[in-house]
Structure formats: C-alpha cells, structure tokens
C-alpha cells in the first residue's frame, strides 16, 4: 500500500516554542493531507484540510494561527505548532488520501507525532 | 451532517472466539466509503477492512468480515478466530465520495484474553 511517513515520532518543547511536524507521501503524490488530534483513548478529531498549494482548510473551533500548515510539494505537508503550551500536548496525526488507488478512496496514515510541552 | 456512532467503548473476547463490534452511520448521500480502522498501542492505524457503498457483498479479508446494512445505515465488524494481536482500538470510519468529509467512530477498545 502507500507509505505515508511523519517525523519525528516524539518531540519535547519548552512553552512558548514552536514545533514542527512534517508529513511526506514516499510513493505517490497527495494533493490532500488530513491533520488529526487524538487525545488518550479517544478517538481521531480532524483539524484541518491541507491542500498544496493554497490554504489549508481548518475546522470550527481550531486556532489558524496557532497550528500553521503548510503543504508546499505534492509529497510533503507541516503542521506547526506556534507558541506551544502544555494543553497542546497531544498525539498528532496525518494521513493522506489516495485518489485511484484502486479506487477505493483509502485514507493511509503517518506513524503519528507525541508532542509534550513542558 | 454525517455521523458516525460507536455504542461499545470496551469489547472483550476470548482467544479463538467471535467478537462483533458495531458502527451505525448517518448520510444523505448514496455513494461513500465506509472503513474499519485499527490502532494498536503503537498507535500506528492500520486499515483492518473497506466497504464501498455501492457493492452490496460484504467485504472480508480473511479472519475479518463486515456486516454492511445500507438501508440500516449499519457496518458492523465481525473477527473471527480472535488472536491476541488484535487487541487495540478499533475505529469505524466514513469517507463521502468526494473526500471532503472524514469522520471517525468514537472508537472500541477489544481486549482478548487467552
């Protein structure tokens, strides 16, 4: 299947740094990418929509200009964590949606990126 | 508004037995992808099994099989022979056809014991 890869896998920050979390398509191009947060035992909320080469598209109730993306080459996207504090510490996730892979529309996931911020 | 709805939070199962988990689904729209997602505690997701909506066989992938109710609204993931590494967190996912709208289940937690 497609490999979807995220870096790092964990990051320690001190408050009021910033962070950045990339996201690449190793075997195909994604015109889309999907940020998600996950909390512990709980399920995958989806933060925005990360189009190449225009803005990102972030759902209701998520600060634009706290969490930055950025989705410059077809195999690549940045989630930036601006100005960071402890309540943003969290799982991060992204995934990438394969148009005509096999046609199923199948979304495929990074390994995913623990951020604590002390 | 699409919905997706998990009423189990915990599952348990015995080795080699049968478990169920459920997912109910809402859409106005006919054609969509319906998934099953599982993530272990390395919380890596992994696609366990798809559905497309337009096919009326279920899907399976060998010890996994779904129970797909279109008019139900209903897709439903059955393991069978259940093995220990299957123990994670399971989530039901639906995906309209333009991609636009991804929405995940609340998840259930499967434990199996030996």
């Known amino acids: 299947g497609a490999v979807v890869s995220q870096h790092p896998s964990r990051v320690i920050c001190k408050s009021g740094t910033s962070v950045k979390i990339e996201c690449r398509s190793l075997?195909?191009?994604?015109?889309?990418m999907f940020w998600y947060r996950q909390f512990p035992k709980q399920s995958l909320m989806l933060m925005a929509t990360?189009?190449?080469?225009?803005?990102?598209?972030?759902e209701q109730g998520v600060e634009k200009d706290k969490f930055l993306i950025n989705h410059a080459s077809l195999t690549l996207s940045t989630l930036t964590v601006t100005s960071a504090h402890p309540e943003d510490s969290s799982f991060y996730i992204c995934?990438?949606?394969?148009?005509?892979?096999?046609?199923?529309?199948?979304?495929?996931f990074g390994e995913g990126s623990r951020l604590t911020v002390l | 508004a699409q919905t997706v709805t998990q009423s189990q939070p915990e599952m348990s199962v015995q080795e080699a037995e049968t478990v169920t988990l459920s997912c109910t689904y809402d859409?106005?729209?006919?054609?969509?992808?319906l998934f099953w997602y599982k993530q272990p505690p390395s919380r890596q997701m992994i696609l366990v099994i798809r559905?497309?909506?337009?096919?009326?066989q279920n899907a399976t992938e060998n010890r996994f099989s779904v129970n797909f109710q279109k008019a139900a609204k209903s897709f439903s993931l059955k393991i069978s022979d259940s093995q220990l590494g299957d123990a994670a967190m399971y989530f039901c996912?639906?995906?309209?056809?333009?991609?636009?709208?991804?929405?995940f289940g609340k998840g259930t937690t499967l434990s199996v014991s030996s």
């Open positions: 995934s990438a949606r394969v148009w005509g892979f096999r046609g199923t529309g199948e979304l495929f």
């Open positions: 075997d195909f191009q994604a015109t889309t």
């Open positions: 990360s189009n190449e080469g225009s803005k990102a598209t972030y």
């Open positions: 859409t106005s729209e006919s054609d969509y992808y």
């Open positions: 559905q497309e909506a337009y096919k009326q």
């Open positions: 996912a639906y995906v309209n056809q333009a991609g636009t709208a991804l929405i």
